[in-house]
């Protein structure tokens, strides 16, 4: 475990000093990151760069690290809070950046010491350049504590713990509109690829590489997970207890990200066997690799025998083509292989237990441990894998250890346009298209935002949807919530029925007159019959739109069981049908007016079928009430409608017009009742 320490800051001594005596015991005493850190190194290996602000690669140029007299500083704070708080965005690194960048620009130099508000207000004007609205939050957020923490310890001259980073999060995806709908639509996976890898998964795949994608998917489809947490899991993850009442239940145990620690995962029961198929596949893919590790940690000084390794003795001499065999090299490139991993190509020069140093040497950075973090090894990772396992063109090594990462999982399900049709993804592979035949495409994380909203849809509360999500705190659901503002509005009905949102239902009863009180607190105040059924149109609001024209109002409303109703519709819709048919040489000919008369009894023709076919299905209960929703006819949305197609297919679709033609037209025809 890391030594961790209080930084007390000596009140009688200078800022100067004080700041040399943080940074002396982060670097001295700290054991955050491991002993053998390289502190000197700008370049701590899968943890920080430390770079200027812009710099991306993680090998940067001697022109692109930080600055001689800030740099000290930043590798103590980071160390520091890293220990203290640990974090797997690690935003300290972004703050830090955008704070030297400021120095540099308000001061003429980089030193902590000179930290001022207007120093923290250009780091802010600095991060809002460099960073997305999500990014530059957390930045800003950075920014804060750090401006906190060194007044706070006395490390600078300044006092800066009232200063308020100004940039506000940003506004959450749960809106109405187009773009609100696009924004989901990203967040969510397409449907045609996840039937595409259910379909893959249900066909039992043999190949190595199919079998790895689609059990991991199948994984982040039967609980909301991160990858990284899937890809970590252990060997003897599944857990199976009896709840309250001794039903079995199936879970996963492993430990969450972002705060929640250790727990276990339930997996619905509708996804029960998928995921246990899943895991035993994943174990049938690990078992050689878990031998392999299980056998070097409890022999590491012995060459570890797989099936096609030579059957010679340990110290016995070997050929070129036996080290091949035993290094589990392809033998049609024996001198290549053996000279690309930097051994010698002639006969006798290695034994099984010379070898094993050279193997040994080749170890994963971390092994024995595959997350040492979560204390899993090698030898229990349920995706431990052999070096190559899937590769195409190079051979398995049955004495390499490889651990699959992020991206190793991700590049077979996205499309890498900068390898073009080089890269195949498991898509390709099995020839599934979009509608439009495009190449089709998911990522790992939208699994996750897909079972998140489906369980907001299912009426999870907030606090399960987090437990079983792994977070900490019940506000990040929102970023994963993409029900529609239909559905919201649907299940706000369904908790209380009096407060319908897209119109009245209503029923019609029997009143005697009541007090206008009354009558004001009623959802469906009036009503009067039609001549197909009765309209439940609100009058004090606004007089009839529609008159004469009930069929194509959204006001009117029908009872299944009045056969004299059911012969008007009938009556009006043979007349109506060959009103049209008599009128389409008319509409070709192109006589004035006869294009809108036309499209006008063609709707009413369409919604008359609907309603006869409606009440005379054999499923509908008798007494039951029907009414068509919205789309009602007019010439306000035919113009819309007409425009708004001209102007999307113009050549310039996203202008301004466009969109506000598809939003009229949208609401005219919104079918929401």
Known sequence: MANLFHFKPRAEITAEENLRAFINKCRDELTVFGSELDWNA????????????????????????????????????????????????????????????????????????????????????????????????????????????????HLIPANLKTWKSPIPRPSDTTKTGKEAKAARDKKLPDEIALNALAEIFASDPSDGRDIFTTSVFAMLMSAPSRISEILALPADCEVIEKDNNGVERYGWRFFSGKGFEGDIKWIPTVM????????????????????????????????????????????????????CQA?????????????????????????????????????????????????????????????????????????????????????????????????????????????????????????????????????????EIAKWSGRADVRQNRTYNHMTEYELVAMAEKIDTSKTMFGPVGEVSKNLPVTAQEFNTLE????????????????TMSPCEKYRDCINCSEQVCIKGDSSKLERMKERLVRTEGLLKNSEKVVEEGDAGADRWFTYHQKTATRLRELVSIIENPEIEEGAQIKLRGNDFSQLRRVAQKKAVESISSDHPDNEEASVLEDISKMLGGGIG
Request: glycine share 6%; with cysteine.
């Open 524 to 539: 469906q105040a009036a009503a009067h019959v039609t001549e197909f059924g009765f309209c439940v149109h609100d009058y």
């Open 272 to 323: 029960v066997e998928v995921a246990k198929t899943a895991v035993k596949r994943a174990k049938q893919l690990s078992s050689e690799a878990r031998k392999l590790a299980t056998w070097i940690e409890k022999h590491p000084d012995k060459f570890y025998r797989h099936k096609n390794c030579p059957k010679v003795a340990d110290d016995e001499p070997l050929t070129a083509t036996q080290v």
């Open 327 to 463: 290094l589990g090299l392809k033998n049609d490139r024996a001198l290549t292989n053996l000279r690309s991993r930097g051994l010698a190509t002639q006969d006798g020069r290695y034994t099984l237990d010379t070898l094993c140093l050279h193997i040994q040497e080749r170890l994963p950075d971390d092994f024995p441990f595959f997350d040492r973090e979560k204390g899993i090894k090698y030898s229990n990772a349920l995706f431990a894998l052999n070096k190559n396992q899937f590769h195409g063109n190079r051979g398995c090594l049955p004495v390499e250890l490889h651990q699959p990462t992020n991206n190793f999982f991700n590049n077979d399900i996205i499309i890498r346009n900068i390898l073009g049709h080089a890269h195949r993804n498991i898509f390709d592979r099995h020839d599934y298209r979009s509608a439009t035949g495009q190449r089709l495409k998911v990522t790992s994380h939208q699994a996750r935002h897909l079972l998140n909203t489906i369980a907001q849809r299912g009426g999870l509360s907030n606090l």
């Open 42 to 153: 700008h370049v701590w290996p899968k943890l920080a760069v430390f770079a200027k602000l812009g710099v991306t690669t993680r090998k940067p140029r001697p022109e692109q690290l930080m600055a001689d007299d800030f740099v000290e500083f930043a590798k103590a704070y980071f160390r520091y809070q890293q220990g203290h708080k640990p974090t797997g965005t690690k935003n300290e690194l972004k703050a830090l950046r955008a704070v030297e960048s400021a120095l540099i620009q308000v001061n003429g130099n980089a030193s902590i010491v000179g930290l001022s508000i207007v120093c923290l207000d250009e780091a802010i004007v600095l991060t809002k350049q460099h960073y997305s609205d999500g990014g530059a939050y957390h930045c800003g957020r950075e920014i804060e504590r750090l401006a906190r923490f060194v007044s706070t310890h």
